[in-house]
């Protein structure tokens, strides 16, 4: 009884975290002489007031839930992949290139072509830190943000020379970004808004992910090398092997979400100079949609969709009461700083219980009974 | 009376210590349920238990560790209140953990003075806390340099600085946490000698143990302990040992042994001058040789850390050999992955199974694959096949008695005994050719123990070859078939069980090869 009130209370965390956010958020809003209700009242209706809005929420939400599918398998192998950021970029990067070099393919071919190439360079820029991290024992959270700052100085050169633009390139403005896709290799929409074929994709792939991790010997593997590095071992197991898969699958589905963000929504690439240009964070947020998701695949659909909503009704909450921009920022910021800690702090309690329900048990080791044994009273 | 000038003045010397209707409940569970206890100056009261059963929570609310729930402790008749380790030693009360409390890198001196005010002031005085050391290991034998560094010495020595230390603090009153635990039979005896001394000085002394013949040895007086009950107090020489067990577990106890004689068959795991690397502060293996037959219990006796983690762990595939050779079943294996062992049925019981033989925050049954996950029974082309992984699991729940809600509770959350029932049934029902069987009755109750003591000869007789690796010695005189002893990664001598006394074993175990013994 008491056990399912604290896992209601554990499912329900990254919410209270969220609303205490909001809570500070509206301390903010009162200072800068804004309504809290006001504000937030924006934001819910920019998140979800039309059926445009609720387009917008979920094409936000869409490379989240990818992102934080990977932060899912990588966190389960107890790999902590922060380059969500630079493997999205490494996979459009990819992607484009292919989709800009070949032309008249049939759609769905081209599509299909684009995500697997897409996968795979994201896949590649996840398994160095993962080949780092198994046989050299670098630590992954360094080396995956390193590895952003090098997709982005690669993203920065492809754009201003071999994959500028050429109508750019002979103008003199010189707009850092790529030629537009071919009509035909867009993805699909799927109502009359922005909406497209991806974050249906993405669901899809949630629930690969869930039976990935949990009804096949590879998902198995992962959680066991993640769990206990001695006891894989001595199961046969080749850690060093499931540390490196876990980070390319890591990779390959942040890979993914920049294929989508350029297939489904740019149709091309265009760079600021930093990662967030073209990324808008989403290899960082989704970090914290899977956090929020409990890092389990089908809870980081809901979870992916609420960090979407708050991004889409953020904008729309900065143009209603013309707080400053860095006050989105702050807000989504404390939200990530709520949620994260929350979760750290629901580890420290689950730990706590379990140090509990241990020292409950050696007094309860086997009772009375004595199993397979001969019971004969004394004489 | 002994003369402490540098701790007395400020208390009386304890008489007697009297715990009368302790109670302690932890969450769920009632720890110790009216408990009276009492031991006086002069004696000493064994206190005996299974783990679980209570003793330690008793001894730590004496010692001032847990505080009860209700009932009272009187020294010399005078109710005291023992809030902290710190009251306690004031008292007079020391405590000998089973795992010492000593710094490594410190000498002797240095960890007896350590978190006591110096008579100095702000300067040390390591010169008189070396000279009272001495002083005391003269009066009680507790042969020991103060100058030494605590890495240098022995178990045994260790322990003896621990009681030292407790000695310099003012106890007369000492509680011994299972202090044979660790140590060789003629290291017991030594102790036990030391024990008497202490008893004639007029020391109240608490043994804590479960080994029955070393309880009626060297106590006085007996108390067992059942599920947090006293189940009663009585004088040792009243008392034998079956009438103990009987008490301790609730009803009559077989102690099992193999008596039939097996003739041993083929080789089944045959080690070749094997060497190898240790890690940190552990001994490697030095040119080991071994046979171990199919049909036999081979054990290998040795004082922990003597390399018998390196032995199993080099046979099972987790540790490289430096050189030499291992063969299994005519095969040389040498440098073999670890899967390719498990899939040629040598079995592993590793001593650290919360460790290395589980995962905690798996369910039962997918714990009880760990080793078998790719089998095809188990799995079909890379997709777990749950059904027959669940009925698997039922199926050995029932057969081993594993008590958990269901095949789907997370490991963590059952008991220990329980989670080592999970390791001992995965590894025993896949029907090894060979099992490597680490401590498997380490932590566990007799009952358990028993019971994993028949299964391993259950094993034997139908034609498994079992390399037992025990600290118990009356675990491996009970079920080997042949002995060999382990001493600094060395085979010291094996011998067959008729030839085998504990005398011979306890010198080999301490290094000391036959020759020398003469």
Redo the contacts between chains.
Sequence with gaps: MKSRLNAILDALLPLFATLAALLVGAIMLIILDVNPLVAYGALLNGAFGSSNALAETLVKATPLLLVGLGICIAYRGNVINIGGEGQMIVGAIVATWFGLRYTNMPGWLMITLAMMLGALAGAVWGGIPGVLKAYFNVNEILSTVMMNAIAVQLLNFVLTGPMIDPIQSEKASQIPQTARLEEAYRLPRLVPTRLHLGALIAVGLAILVYFLL?????G??I??VG??K?????????VERYIIIALMLSGALAGLAGVTQVYGVNFRMITDGSTSGFTGRAGYNGIVAALFGSLHPIITIPASILFGALLVGANTMQRVTQVPSALITALNGLVVVFVVSSEIWRKKRQQKR?T???????????????????????S | MTDLELNSGKKVRIESVTMQGITKR??????NDRVDFDVKASEVHALLG???A?KS?LMKILYGLYHQDSGEIYINDELVKINSPTDAINLGIGMIHQHFMLVPTLTVTENVALGLPSSRGPLTDLDRVSKRILELADLYGLRIDPNAYIWQLSVGQQQRVEIIKALYRGADLLILDEPTAVLTPQEVDELFGIMRQMVNDGFGLIFISHKLHEVIEISHRVTVLR??KKVGTRPTSEVDK??LA?WM??????FITTTDQIQCGEVRLKLENVSCESDRGAKGLKDINLELCSGEILGLAGVSGNGQRDLAEVI?G?RKVSSGKIFLEDEDITGA??????KKMLS?I?EERM????????TVA?NLI??E??QPKY?DN???K?KSIENHAKELIKL??IKTPSHKTMA???????IQKIVLARELSRKPRTIIAAQPTRG??I??A??VR??LIIQRNNGTAVLLISEDLDEIFALSDRIAVIYEGKIMGILSREDATKEKIGLLMAGVLPAEQA
């Design positions: 949990w009804r096949t010997t590879l198995y593997r959680r066991s769990q206990n001695f006891a894989s071992r001595y199961a046969g197991i080749k379990l509990i329900a241990i020292e409950d048990q050696e007094f309860d080791e086997f009772s009375n009974e004595i199993p397979g044994h001969s019971v004969e009273e004394a | 932890f969450p769920g569970v009632l720890a299974e783990n679980g209570g929570t599920n947090g079956s009438e009987k577990v609730g009803h009559a106890i077989d099972v987790l992955d670890v899967d390719v062992l498990i592993y590793p460790r290395d033989g589980m995962i905690k925050d798996f997918e760990l080793r996950h790719d799995s890379g997709f777990l749950l081993f008695q963590k959350s059952l008991s220990g005994g329980n566990l109750d009952g358990a028993e019971y028949e299964q």
